[in-house]
């Protein structure tokens, strides 16, 4: 069920666009953000009533860009990494290791203390400063281990 604040939002978000189907976007990150982090499929059916749209629809939206957390809850720091070709070319496998071991954690797994949750992507639009990752909405970009170490170390 959405929160009051989650509506709210969507209705505002509704005044932006011609249709109400163009808000889709801006409903999930909305909801996303008033659940703290992902998204469930309640969220998703409520937003295409809201829309007008088919329940399908909207989970297709939410299932296509990686800025969305279906189901799974996601630590208070979501890191991203790049593994797209620029970023493997340049390292980004290894660093994504180097995390693993250093947060003693998987790709796709939250420790323990639900504070980090690690995840790959394809690609997040800057092959030129590879490698890269996003943690929520910040970019990080030109890594080596020392730098993710000092970003890591950052986290609170």
Do not use: W
């Not at 999930?28 to 469930?40: F, P």
């Not at 070709?85 to 290894?94: D, F, P, R, T, V």
């Not at 490698?131 to 030109?142: A, K, L, V, Y």
């Not at 993710?148 to 950052?154: A, R, Y």
């Amino acid at each position: 069920m959405l929160s009051e604040e989650a509506k709210k939002e969507i209705e505002k978000a509704l005044r932006k666009y011609p249709n109400k189907r163009s808000a889709v976007m801006d409903a999930l990150r909305s909801a996303q953000k008033a659940r703290g982090g992902h998204l469930e499929k309640a969220d998703m059916d409520e937003i295409a009533v809201i829309l007008e749209m088919q329940s399908v629809e909207v989970n297709a939206a939410a299932a296509f860009y990686t800025m969305y957390n279906i189901d799974k809850p996601v630590g208070r720091h979501h890191i991203q990494v790049c593994r797209n070709i620029s970023c493997s070319l340049l390292g980004a496998e290894h660093l994504i290791k180097h995390m693993e071991r250093t947060l003693n954690i998987k790709t796709g797994e939250t420790t323990p203390d639900k504070r980090i949750t690690l995840s790959t992507v394809e690609c997040l639009g800057s092959c030129g400063t590879a490698p890269m990752m996003q943690i929520n909405d910040d970019f990080h970009e030109n890594l080596t281990e020392a730098k993710v170490d000092e970003i890591l170390k950052g986290l609170k």
